[in-house]
Nanobody, 123 residues
Framework: QVQLVESGGGLVQPGDSLRLSCAAS????????MGWFRQAPGKEREFVAV????????IYADSVKGRFNISRDNAKNILYLKMSSLKPEDTALYYC????????????????WGQGTQVTVSS
């Protein structure tokens, strides 16, 4: 079992930056791919970014490419999402997820999920 806890969300203005964190505990000795997803009110959950267990592979949704950066510190068991040039359409509940397989994780089929952290972008 892996437990995931997100933090770092908040209310920011358009153009601001924010960094989300996801702390993993439990079976952190396993080589899990990890990723971020988000869900806006009235919309389905969507893929944001994923990284392989060693960080060598990172994949982004087109909507965030060039603005968001996913990274991980395996020594601390923390996943990060640095978000820059935030837009109102980035407003959503952001979830961290993990799975031993990267492709299913990208498809939203990860085995482990956090509870989410709210990001609101508004002037």
């Amino acid at each position: 079992q892996v437990q995931l806890v997100e933090s770092g969300g908040g209310l920011v203005q358009p153009g601001d930056s924010l960094r989300l964190s996801c702390a993993a505990s439990g079976r952190t000795d396993a080589s899990f791919a990890m990723g971020w997803f988000r869900q806006a009110p009235g919309k389905e959950r969507e893929f944001v970014a994923v990284t392989s267990w060693n960080g060598d592979t990172t994949i982004y949704a087109d909507s965030v490419k060039g603005r968001f950066n996913i990274s991980r510190d395996n020594a601390k068991n923390i996943l990060y999402l640095k978000m820059s040039s935030l837009k109102p359409e980035d407003t959503a509940l952001y979830y961290c997820a993990a799975d031993s397989r990267l492709v299913p994780l990208m498809g939203g089929l990860g085995d482990y999920w956090g509870q989410g952290t709210q990001v609101t972008v508004s002037s």
